[in-house]
């Protein structure tokens, strides 16, 4: 997942693929009060239906996952974070029906672990 900014999720469990596009990041304790980083994301359908969804990442979650991982938090980091978790939704029609998903830690680890592997992968292939 190197790119976050604009991808191909799907099919879903009803066989549609949406493409979806990176709206923002940002703390979410300046718009809703939460100790999150909140991840949006457009998705539109193959139809031209649009809907909207907002990732938040627990702010504890991420410092303990980037510290097991050894890396650092960083925008595109959290951003991927999110963009594989939208993935899954897609992918699984879990919650989709809500506009603020909160990625659970064990999750949020196994993407980490994910992205860890994909930048192996990237140094020994270049």
């Not at 469990?13 to 940002?26: A, E, T, V």
């Not at 809907?51 to 595109?76: F, N, Y």
Request: charged share 30%; aromatic share 8%.
């Amino acid at each position: 997942m190197q790119n976050f900014r604009q991808f191909e999720a799907g099919p879903d469990p009803f066989g549609r693929k949406f493409q979806i596009l990176f709206k923002w990041m940002q703390t979410a304790i300046s718009i809703r009060h939460a100790d999150t980083v909140d991840v949006k994301f457009i998705l539109v359908d193959e139809n031209g239906g649009r809907t909207e969804k907002t990732i938040a990442l627990p702010h504890a979650d991420l410092l303990r996952v980037a510290s097991e991982v050894g890396r650092k938090v960083d925008d595109p980091w959290c951003s991927r974070l999110g963009a594989l978790h939208l993935r899954r939704l897609v992918e699984t029609g879990e919650d989709m029906e809500k506009d603020l998903v909160t990625v659970a830690a064990a999750d949020m680890k196994t993407y980490a672990d994910r992205l860890v592997e994909t930048e192996r992968s990237a140094v020994s292939a270049g």
